[in-house]
């Protein structure tokens, strides 16, 4: 029950009534008797300023989730970022702190990673190819290169945004070897999509048939992609034997990542 005391935080985006941010933090906020409830917010473009203002203002909510379209929108509007959040030119989270400033950060990497982790993927030393180099594809890339993998691999249609993309991770790893996407998937360790590509039934694939044949068993395979849960990658990967992370895994795992950047959640939840 929402009470007086009840603290708020929120997810900020338009439209709003498809995220599932709202189910998964009060079922765990009621799991734990916690006075706290998150609140879907629908904002129009035009009033995100004065709505970011009010924030500093509003003494009972400690944070914001950010969806779409607001991830880059916001950046110059808040007072702070962390090293990733200003990399990446993006924030998911926002931390209102007690003196009313706000703090963004990016989290989708490490939900990314933690997914991961706990399947048991360890990415320091390895090989892999990230599809996909807009948003969460940046946001995975950079989390992947933080974690220490030896050599990444980029493959994305517009050469501006993995040229972009390339760029920020050279300069903020410049030990690391980044690629353009190979020409086998033999010997590679991990495959992401990080596109909206097998998004919503087309069926269709992000990579071509050609070069996924030529990907084996002890590839990893994951897809950011949540609905349909296993997309059309991951049926493949799973018919060679491959392991697989789906993009619902991700979401849940990022939801500690976000709590705990507002302070209301421990980071493993
Ligand atoms: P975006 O528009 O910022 O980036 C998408 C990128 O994919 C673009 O750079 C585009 O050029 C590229 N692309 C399109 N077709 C491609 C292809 N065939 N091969 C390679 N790249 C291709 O979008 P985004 O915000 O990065 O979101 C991408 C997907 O991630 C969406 O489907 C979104 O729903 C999903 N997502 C999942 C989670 C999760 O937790 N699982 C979180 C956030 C977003």
């Known amino acids: 029950m929402v ?15 498809q995220v599932k941010s709202p189910e998964n933090f009060n079922t765990w906020f009621a799991s734990q008797n916690q006075d706290q409830v998150l609140i879907p917010i629908d904002m ?3 009033s995100l300023e004065t709505f970011i203002q009010a924030l500093r203002g509003w003494h009972n909510l400690d944070g914001c989730v950010v969806t779409v379209p607001y991830k880059q929108s916001l950046v110059p509007l808040l007072d702070s970022l962390s090293e990733r959040a200003a990399a990446l030119k993006s924030v998911n989270v926002i931390r209102r702190e007690a003196n009313g400033k706000l703090l963004g950060d990016n989290v989708d990497g490490e939900g990314f990673l933690n ?5 048991g993927f360890q990415a320091a030393g390895t090989s892999v190819l990230v599809v996909g180099a807009g948003g969460v594809g940046s946001a995975i890339a950079y989390a992947l290169a933080a974690a220490g993998v030896a050599r ?12 972009a993309l390339a760029n920020v991770l050279r300069t903020h790893f410049p030990s690391l070897s980044i ?13 992401v999509n990080a596109s909206p590509v097998g998004m919503g039934g087309t069926g269709e694939l992000p990579l071509s048939r050609e070069l996924l044949e030529s990907l084996s068993a002890h590839t990893w395979v ?13 049926a493949l990967a799973q018919s060679k034997g491959c392991a697989i992370q ?3 895994q991700m979401a849940r795992a990022q939801l500690g990542n976000l709590g705990a950047f507002m302070g209301v959640t421990p980071l493993d939840i």
């Open 3 to 17: 009470r007086g005391t009840t603290r708020l935080v929120a997810i900020l985006g338009t439209p709003i009534a």
């Open 44 to 46: 129009d473009g035009q």
């Open 115 to 119: 997914a991961a982790r706990k399947n």
């Open 152 to 163: 990444l691999a980029l493959s994305d249609p517009s050469a501006e945004r993995t040229e």
């Open 179 to 191: 690629e353009r996407a190979p020409t086998s998937l033999a010997g590679l360790n991990l495959l």
């Open 222 to 234: 994951a897809d950011v992609v949540t609905s349909p849960e296993i997309t059309p990658l991951l």
């Open 246 to 248: 789906t993009g619902p």
